[in-house]
């Protein structure tokens, strides 16, 4: 899961980060509103922590523009403002959750995983097709209720596929979504077939009723056999 984090008081961006990195979120920040602009018009976030108060700009302003990109579905407002009349503005724009500054990096933590239940496992922590079982709170997988051993990035990929399940899924966009901005600097995509290659030996062995299928020179497809 990727989140990106807006937030332009530096000690506290680094804390969000490093807390979020340890629930194994791909992590990226940014701290003042045209970087922010920037980079959610180019990439896709599963969900996205934005603070009101930003140099050159307000969240409020922000958040206007994801609603018209239908991308503020995901967003929880992390600011020292509390006042209704914000909270009420950032709600009815589309925003998910209103967090008051200052708060504990547990419940923050707690109200990302919620929002990620909410906005891509219609309320669950569980994707179940077929034979397989993924646990997006446990970070397990399992086929035939048999625990299937993934790296990170193994884990990332797959519920990438499973949240897509008979979607196209283009190689550069996997890997922006699993590697984040050190995808942009690579010269080809062969990290990630060698990933691929790996995943689908174990979904083999272990007997699998799904596979990610080749689409040459695009990318892949997850699909039940």
């Known amino acids: 899961m ?35 602009l920037e980079r959610v018009f180019i990439y896709n976030y599963d969900c996205i922590l ?15 523009e994801l609603k018209k990109e239908g991308k503020s579905g995901n967003v929880i407002i992390i ?15 589309g925003a ?10 547990a419940e923050l933590n707690a109200r990302v995983k919620a929002v990620l239940r909410r906005q891509i496992l219609n309320g669950k922590d569980t994707i179940e097709i077929a034979n397989i ?12 209720n048999q625990n299937i ?13 499973l949240i897509n399940k008979n979607r196209l899924v283009t190689k550069s966009a996997l890997a922006e979504h699993v590697w984040g901005d050190n995808s942009d ?7 990630v077939y060698s990933q691929i290659k790996n995943l689908r030996k174990k979904l083999q062995l272990a007997d699998a009723e799904i596979e990610i299928e080749s689409i040459y020179g695009i990318g892949y497809k ?3 056999k």
């Open 185 to 191: 600097n690579a010269d080809n995509f062969d990290f």
């Open 2 to 36: 990727k989140i990106l984090v807006i937030e332009d008081q530096q000690q506290l961006l680094d804390s969000i980060k490093k807390s979020l990195e340890k629930e194994d979120y791909l992590v990226e920040t940014v701290t003042d509103y045209y970087d922010a």
């Open 149 to 161: 051993q993934l790296n990170r990035k193994e884990f990332d990929i797959i519920n990438y596929f």
């Open 96 to 105: 998910d959750d209103y967090l008051t500054k200052p708060f504990h990096l």
């Open 133 to 144: 079982v993924l646990d997006i709170k446990e970070r397990t997988f399992t086929v035939n």
């Open 79 to 93: 600011s020292a403002k509390d006042s209704l009349e914000d909270k009420l503005k950032g709600l009815e724009l």
């Open 50 to 64: 934005l603070d009101i108060m930003l140099p050159n700009g307000s969240g409020i302003k922000l958040l206007k």
């Open 222 to 224: 997850l699909v039940e």
